[in-house]
């Protein structure tokens, strides 16, 4: 099992930008859930999935933010425009929702976003 | 959401055990307590969790109090890898808030060799 893989490990880019972050959640596993962590924030729980549809996305920031999840395989996170104060480590974690509190979240290694 | 408390940070000396304890006085009858841990540059992973009964598992021990209104994760012979941020959580489940994780600040454990 190859565990949770996200893409890319490091993305710099400049203000304005449009910056993609993907994910490949583990296979199976019913639930999908972006996070971001920040010095100042800690980590935050930015939307999740559960099969493919979105729950939750109280947590976005504001609408520069999207996610999709066109498949079970594969989910992107996008921010358009990009700011620096985008800045942080944005993971993606995958779950088994059958007994989902007896379950635990398997995260990826994140995405480090710089924005100048 | 009930709240954990937790020390924001703690040292240990390798190969001793370090108890690392959380505070959850409003805990619900239905919250699981779920640890998870983050080494630097790396995302969180699971280390532990119960309901009730005291918990081990080949990465540490999970000790809850009777009331359960507080619990205590033991690494019984810490080793230098174990220096992470450990996050004390809680769960119920109840699918809409229980399927999400939501992080506090956690304790910051130090490993001295």
């Known amino acids: 099992d190859a565990g949770v893989i996200q893409s890319p490990r490091h993305e710099v880019t400049e203000m304005g930008q449009e910056v993609t972050l993907r994910c490949k959640p583990i296979?199976?596993?019913?639930?999908l859930f972006w996070y971001r962590q920040t010095m100042m924030r800690g980590l935050e729980l930015l939307i999740y999935f559960n099969n493919n549809v979105p729950i939750d996305d109280s947590g976005m920031p504001e609408d520069r933010f999207s996610a999709k999840m066109p498949n079970a395989s594969f989910s992107t996170l996008k921010i358009q425009p990009s700011e620096p104060r985008d800045s942080a480590v944005y993971f993606c974690a995958s779950g088994s929702g059958t007994v989902f509190y007896n379950s635990p979240l398997h995260f990826g290694n994140g995405t480090r976003l710089t924005v100048t | 959401d009930a709240k954990t408390t937790q020390p924001n940070s703690m040292e240990s000396n390798e190969e001793e055990p370090v108890h690392l304890p959380c505070n959850h006085s409003?805990?619900?009858?239905?919250?699981?307590i779920h640890w998870y841990r983050q080494l630097p540059s790396q995302g969180p992973e699971y280390v532990i969790h119960?309901?009730?009964s005291n918990v081990n598992n080949r990465m540490a021990s999970l000790a809850i109090a009777e009331d359960r209104k507080s619990s205590t994760l033991i690494l019984h012979r810490a080793t230098l890898r174990d220096a992470a941020v450990y996050y004390c959580i809680l769960r119920d489940f109840e699918e809409t808030s229980g399927s999400r994780l939501t992080f506090g600040e956690g304790t910051q454990l130090t490993v001295n060799p």
């Open positions: 409003t805990i619900s009858g239905t919250d699981y």
């Open positions: 296979s199976g596993h019913d639930y």
């Open positions: 119960g309901l009730t």
